[in-house]
C-alpha cells in the first residue's frame, strides 16, 4: 500500500509543538488547552472575555496564536496555508457555502453539547486519561469517517453540501482572506494591549491585587502556548483541508490518497501532554520530580523495548 501523503515527521513535529502548548498553559497557568472553550468564551461573553483582567490571557492567546501564523506566512513559508490539492484532485471535494454553515453550525453544537474538541480532548483528555475524553475522541473520529467516507456524489445530500471545482479559486488563501486575517490579528493584538500594559489600581484590596498579579502572570505563557499550538497547526498541515480529509476518507486506501498524518500528529501531542501530567497531582501514572526522572524513564521503556526485540529476534 503507498501513501502518497503521508508526511510522519512534519506531522510528528507539529503535533509534539501542539503538545508544548497545551503542556505550558497546564503547567504555568494551571489551564486546559480548549479550542472550542476559547472560541465560545468569546461567543458567550465578549465583554467578560475583553474586559476583564481575569479572562485577558485568553485574548492574548488569540492575538499571538493570529500574529505567529501571519508572521510564519509572511518571513518563512508564503505557501503554507495554501492546499495543493484542493481545486485539483478529483479525490478531494470542495465544501459549499450551505455545507459550511451546516458544517459549522454541527461543529459548535457538538463541541458543547461533548464539552470539548479535538484539542480539549484528544490532546489533553486522553492524555490524563478520561474515560469521557476516550469516547469523545472515537465518536468524532468514527462519525467523521463515516461522513467523509460515505458522502460521494451519489449521496442525496451531496449537491446540496459540495460544490463544482470552478468555484474555487486559483490560489487558497485569496488576497482578500488574508488581508482580513491580518485586520483581525492586528484587532487582536489591539485589544489585547491594554491588558498587557494594565497596571494594578492603588486602592486595590490585597486579595484584589493577588488576583490581578495572577492573571497578568497568565498573560506570558499564554502567549508562549499560543506561538506553540500556531508552530504546530501550520507545520503538520492540520490548516490544510485536504489533510483531514485525506485521513477520513479511508476509501482512500485502495489508491494511495489516504493520509495517516493526523494519527502523527495526535499521537506527538499526547506523548507531551501526557508527560505533562505526570507534575499534576492527581494524574500522575508515575511520580515524577523533575525532567531526570522523565528523561530516565523513557530510556528504562527504550532499554526495555529492544531487550524484547532482541529476545524475539533470538527467541530466548
Given at each position: ?189 489591539g485589544a489585547a494591549l491594554p491588558g498587557v500594559l494594565r497596571s494594578i489600581p492603588p486602592k486595590a484590596t490585597p486579595s484584589e491585587k493577588e488576583d490581578i498579579e495572577n ?102
Amino acid at each position: 500500500m503507498s501513501l502518497n501523503y503521508f508526511t510522519p515527521l512534519s506531522g510528528l513535529l507539529g503535533g509534539s509543538l501542539i503538545g508544548l502548548s497545551a503542556a505550558t498553559l497546564l503547567l504555568f497557568n494551571g489551564d486546559i488547552l480548549g479550542a472550542s472553550g476559547l472560541a465560545s468564551s468569546f461567543v458567550l461573553a465578549p465583554r467578560a472575555t475583553l474586559t476583564t483582567s481575569k479572562h485577558q490571557w485568553k485574548l492574548c492567546f488569540v492575538a499571538a496564536f493570529a500574529l505567529t501564523t501571519r508572521l510564519y506566512v509572511t518571513l518563512i513559508d508564503p505557501d503554507a496555508l495554501k492546499d495543493d490539492r484542493l481545486g485539483y484532485s478529483q479525490n478531494i471535494p470542495i465544501v459549499s457555502p450551505l455545507g459550511f454553515i451546516v458544517g459549522g453550525f454541527l461543529v459548535g453544537f457538538g463541541t458543547r453539547l461533548g464539552n470539548g474538541c479535538t484539542t480539549g480532548h484528544g490532546i489533553c483528555g486522553l492524555a490524563r486519561l478520561s474515560l469521557r475524553s476516550f469516547a469523545a475522541v472515537m465518536s468524532f473520529m468514527a462519525t467523521g469517517i463515516l461522513s467523509a467516507t460515505s458522502c460521494s456524489t451519489t449521496c442525496p445530500l451531496h449537491p446540496y453540501l459540495r460544490t463544482g471545482y470552478d468555484t474555487v479559486a486559483k490560489h487558497l488563501p485569496t488576497e482578500t482572506s488574508v488581508a482580513i486575517g491580518t485586520v483581525l490579528a492586528s484587532v487582536a493584538a489591539g485589544a489585547a494591549l491594554p491588558g498587557v500594559l494594565r497596571s494594578i489600581p492603588p486602592k486595590a484590596t490585597p486579595s484584589e491585587k493577588e488576583d490581578i498579579e495572577n492573571d497578568y502572570r497568565k498573560i506570558g505563557p499564554s502567549i508562549v502556548s499560543a506561538a506553540f499550538f500556531s508552530l504546530g497547526l501550520v507545520i503538520s498541515k492540520m490548516t490544510v483541508s485536504s489533510k483531514i480529509y485525506g485521513f477520513l476518507n479511508v476509501k482512500g486506501l485502495k489508491d494511495g490518497t489516504w493520509d495517516p498524518t493526523l494519527v502523527c500528529v495526535m499521537g506527538g501531542g499526547f506523548l507531551i501532554s501526557f508527560l505533562s501530567y505526570q507534575w499534576v497531582k492527581g494524574f500522575q501514572v508515575f511520580k515524577v520530580s523533575s525532567f531526570g526522572e522523565v528523561y530516565c524513564l523513557l530510556c528504562h521503556a527504550y532499554s526495555y523495548y529492544k531487550l524484547n526485540m532482541f529476545l524475539n529476534i533470538y527467541s530466548f
